[in-house]
């Protein structure tokens, strides 16, 4: 059955609505699971708060899951799911810069947003500084690109790339989410901070 649009089950031209409101929706979950506050953001790298952590591992376990299971009951193509290509060196670089831009200012760019949405001083500054980002990015793109695009790997599966089956890596994810819990509650009982406020 899905997915709908590559289907044409539904029109093409929803698509951008469809992102709209799937947005909205995110955002609000985030902002109601206190996620538009960068203390409680930065407080997984300082020990004093890792629902950040648990958060989205359990995310990524229920959509591994669901995904997995669609594919299997016929719900969904998952060979017509589409999967951004990735290109290492780029993304390695990156994920460098966007660390460190969370660890600094306590915010990534979905939670900036969600903050700047609601009004919130550091949120504003923080979204204002991505899009000076993008801005240089962009304009230093023709010295960047062959950074940007070296160790083009294509639009790879992680358990592709580590050559294993989806099941076999789903299993192990659960594994290593439920060892991260275990272990951020341990961090978080030693370090027993005084109460922050939100």
């Given amino acids: 059955m899905g997915p709908l649009i590559p289907q044409e089950i539904i029109d093409p031209q929803w698509n951008s609505v469809i992102a709209l409101l799937i947005g909205m929706a995110f ?3 985030l902002e109601s699971s206190g996620f538009s506050s960068s203390r409680k953001l930065a407080g997984v790298f300082y020990g004093y708060d890792f629902v950040v952590l648990k958060v989205f591992f359990t995310a990524a376990i229920t959509a591994a899951l669901g995904l997995y299971y669609f ?4 719900w969904i193509d998952g060979n017509l799911l589409y999967i951004n290509p990735t290109y290492l060196t780029g993304a390695l670089v990156g994920g460098v810069v966007m660390g460190i831009g969370f660890v600094l200012g306590g915010f990534c760019p979905g939670t900036s947003t ?3 949405a609601i ?6 500054v923080f979204w204002g500084g991505m899009l000076v980002g993008v801005f240089i990015f962009s304009e230093f ?9 070296s160790n083009a790997l294509g639009p790879i599966r ?3 790339s580590l050559g294993i089956n989806a099941s076999t890596f789903i299993m192990i994810l659960i594994v290593v989410a439920l060892a991260a819990f275990y272990v951020a509650s341990m961090i978080q009982k030693k370090i027993r901070p005084k109460r922050v406020e939100f």
């Fill in 27 to 29: 955002g609000y979950i």
């Fill in 71 to 74: 594919d299997y009951a016929g």
């Fill in 114 to 116: 969600c903050a700047a």
């Fill in 119 to 124: 009004g919130k001083i550091d949120g504003w």
């Fill in 141 to 149: 793109f023709p010295l960047l690109q062959e950074v940007y695009t």
């Fill in 158 to 160: 992680v358990y592709e």
